[in-house]
C-alpha cells in the first residue's frame, strides 16, 4: 500500500509521465492505448508512483502525436473510447493512483470545427477566435515571428486572404486568449474533464497563451548559433510569456479549484525568476510551474548543486519545488549522463525537496534510440533535418519483457524498439535486486513512507567538482544526509568534527554499502550514492 504522509497527494507523492503511443499496445495495432495502460496499474502500484500524468489522447491527425487536438472532449480512436477513459479512471482510483491529463490550450488542429468556423469568411462569428492579420502593404507576414517547429510563424489563407498565427506547425494555429469566449471555452473543457474525476491537468506551453496585441517583431538572439533550432534566431519577447498572461493561469486555478483535492502544472521554459512569477503574487497561479532547470544543465556536481540552490533560494513563500529530468522532449537520462549516472540521477530526483516527475521507462534505464530518417517522424526533427532536433529517440516503446517487440505490441510499432531490449526490460529487472528498477522501486518505497523525505526541509551540507551533500529533516525530528558522487572516480568527504553526522546507509546504488556506519570520513566509488538514516546521537 502507498503511505501517505500528511500532505496533499502532489506534494508526497511521485508523479509518473505516461506518453500513451509508447506506454502499452493492448490493441495489437502497434500503437499504445487506454487498455494498455490499465493493464499495467499493477506495475505502477508496485512501482509506488502516486500519480499518472497520460500525455494527449484526444482525437487529432496526430501532425504533433496528439497536441494537434481536434476534439477536447472526446477520445481518439487510436486510444480507445471514452469508455476506455473512465474505466482508466476508475481502475486508476482503485489502485490509489490520481489521473492527471495533458491540457492543451494554445493552439488546436486546424482540423478542429472552431478552426474551420474561423477561416471559413472573414465575418465568422469564430474568426477572432484565432489570431488573424493581413500581411504589410508589401505582402508579406505581419511580423517575424518564427514557429517552433522551423520556418515562419505566419500561414497565408487564400480564401480569406489573411494570414493566421502558429508558434508551432501551421496545422496548430494559435487560439486567441485575448477572446473572453476562448477563455470560457477551455474553462468549459476543464471542468468537463473535472466533472469526471480527473485529477488535475499538465498545461502545455501555458506561457505561451497571451501574445502582444501590437505583435511587434522579436529582437534578434546575439547568442544563436546554427546547432539550434531556427526558432532560437530571435527572443520571444513579444510572442511569449505576456504580463497578462498571469490573469489567464489564475482563470484556470480558479476552474481547478472549485473542484476539491485537483491539482494544475504548467509547462513553462523561463529562466528561474520569471518562472517563478507563474506560482502566482498570492499563490493563485499554478500549484507547480514545471522546473526544469536541471534538464539541459551540464552534469557536474558543483553547477548542479548551485542550480538546486539558486532555486531552492527564488521559490515564493509556500511555493512548492518541483523537479523533472527527463520527458517526452528531451534526451533519455541514460544517454545524457550515462547508464552508471543514471542510478546517482533517480537518487537525486528522489530525494530532492518537491514534487518528482518521472518518464516512463527511466526506472529500467531505457536510453534513446537512434532512428533512421526514413523511420523519422517527429516533426521537429523532419522540419529541420539537419539539425538532428528530432524527439524519437527517447519517445520508443516501452520494454516489458524478451518476448517479440519487447512486449509492447504483437506487431510492428510506430516506432522501432531498442535492440537491447532482451537484455534491458522490466520482467528481467523486476527479477534482479540490482537492477536500476529495483533502486527506483526502494527509494520510491522510502520517500513515500519518511516525512523527512516527502516533506522535510532542504539542506546543502558541501559540493565539490566530484560530489554533492545535502540534508533532509523531518518535523519529527527524522533526518536523512545523502551524499551523491557525480563522476566515474573516488571521492572522500571530509566532515567537520564539530558537525559531525552519524548515522547507517538505508540505501544505496551500490547494495553492498547498505547498512554500513558513516563517520568522519566519508568515501564513495565512482557512480555512487548513499542516502543515510542520521542517528540522534552527536
Not at 490493441?27 to 490499465?38: N, P, Y
Not at 489522447?57 to 477536447?72: L, N
Amino acid at each position: 500500500m502507498i503511505t501517505a504522509t500528511n500532505g496533499p497527494w502532489w506534494k508526497t507523492g511521485v508523479i509518473y509521465q505516461i506518453y500513451p503511443r509508447s506506454f502499452m499496445d493492448a490493441s495489437g495495432d502497434g500503437i499504445g492505448d487506454l487498455q494498455g495502460i490499465i493493464d499495467k496499474m499493477d506495475y505502477l502500484r508496485w512501482l509506488g508512483i502516486r500519480a499518472i500524468w497520460v500525455s494527449p489522447i484526444y482525437p487529432s491527425p496526430m501532425a504533433d502525436f496528439g497536441y494537434d487536438i481536434s476534439d477536447y472532449i472526446a477520445i481518439d480512436e487510436r486510444f480507445g473510447t471514452m469508455a476506455d477513459f473512465d474505466q482508466l479512471l476508475q481502475e486508476a482510483h482503485r489502485h490509489e493512483l490520481k489521473v492527471i491529463l495533458d491540457l492543451v490550450p494554445n493552439h488546436t488542429s486546424d482540423q478542429h470545427p472552431w478552426f474551420i468556423e474561423s477561416r471559413s469568411s472573414k465575418d465568422s462569428p469564430k474568426r477572432d477566435w484565432y489570431i488573424w492579420h493581413d500581411g504589410k502593404a508589401d505582402g508579406s507576414q505581419p511580423n517575424n515571428w518564427k514557429s517552433m517547429f522551423g520556418g515562419d510563424a505566419w500561414e497565408w489563407d487564400d480564401h480569406t486572404e489573411q494570414y493566421y498565427y502558429h508558434g508551432f506547425l501551421k496545422e496548430q494555429p494559435d487560439l486567441n486568449w485575448w477572446n473572453p469566449d476562448v477563455q470560457e471555452a477551455i474553462f468549459d473543457i476543464m471542468r468537463f474533464w473535472l466533472d469526471k474525476g480527473v485529477d488535475g491537468f499538465r498545461v502545455d506551453v501555458i506561457w505561451h497563451l497571451i501574445k502582444d496585441r501590437q505583435l511587434r517583431d522579436n529582437p534578434p538572439n546575439p547568442d544563436y548559433n546554427d546547432t539550434q533550432s531556427t526558432y532560437n534566431q530571435l527572443l520571444p519577447a513579444y510572442s511569449t510569456d505576456q504580463p497578462e498572461v498571469h490573469d489567464i493561469v489564475r482563470k484556470m486555478r480558479a476552474v481547478t479549484d472549485a473542484y476539491d483535492n485537483r491539482l494544475i502544472i504548467g509547462e513553462v521554459y523561463l529562466p528561474l525568476q520569471k518562472l517563478m512569477t507563474y506560482y502566482g503574487e498570492q499563490r493563485d497561479g499554478v500549484h507547480m510551474p514545471f522546473n526544469f532547470q536541471l534538464l539541459d544543465q551540464p552534469w557536474h556536481a558543483q553547477e548542479i548543486a548551485a542550480t538546486i540552490d539558486q532555486y531552492e533560494g527564488a521559490l515564493p513563500a509556500e511555493g512548492w519545488p518541483n523537479w523533472v529530468l527527463s520527458n517526452h522532449d528531451k534526451p533519455r537520462l541514460a544517454s545524457r549522463v550515462g547508464e552508471h549516472q543514471a542510478r546517482v540521477a533517480a537518487m537525486l530526483l528522489l530525494t530532492l525537496r518537491g514534487t518528482p516527475t518521472l518518464y516512463y521507462g527511466e526506472e529500467i534505464g531505457m536510453r534513446d534510440v537512434a532512428i533512421p530518417a526514413d523511420e523519422q517522424q517527429d516533426p521537429q526533427g523532419l522540419n529541420m533535418p539537419e539539425k538532428d532536433l528530432s524527439r524519437d529517440p527517447c519517445r520508443t516503446p516501452m520494454q516489458w519483457s524478451n518476448a517479440a517487440q519487447a512486449g509492447f505490441s504483437t506487431v510492428k510499432p510506430w516506432l522501432r524498439v531498442d535492440k537491447r531490449y532482451p537484455r534491458h526490460n522490466v520482467q528481467q529487472a523486476r527479477e534482479n535486486p540490482f537492477s536500476i528498477l529495483n533502486l527506483y522501486h526502494e527509494l520510491i518505497a522510502l520517500r513515500n513512507k519518511e516525512p523527512a523525505l516527502n516533506l522535510g526541509t532542504y539542506m546543502p551540507v558541501h559540493a565539490n567538482d566530484q560530489y554533492i551533500a545535502y540534508q533532509r529533516d523531518s518535523p519529527h525530528g527524522d533526518s536523512f544526509f545523502m551524499m551523491l558522487n557525480l563522476t566515474s572516480r573516488p571521492c572522500r568527504y571530509r566532515q567537520n568534527p564539530s558537525q559531525l553526522r552519524k548515522g547507517t546507509v538505508e540505501l544505496s546504488t551500490s547494495p553492498e554499502l547498505k547498512g554500513m556506519t558513516i563517520g568522519e570520513q566519508i568515501y564513495l566509488s565512482g557512480d555512487e550514492g548513499i542516502v543515510v538514516r542520521l542517528s540522534a546521537e552527536k
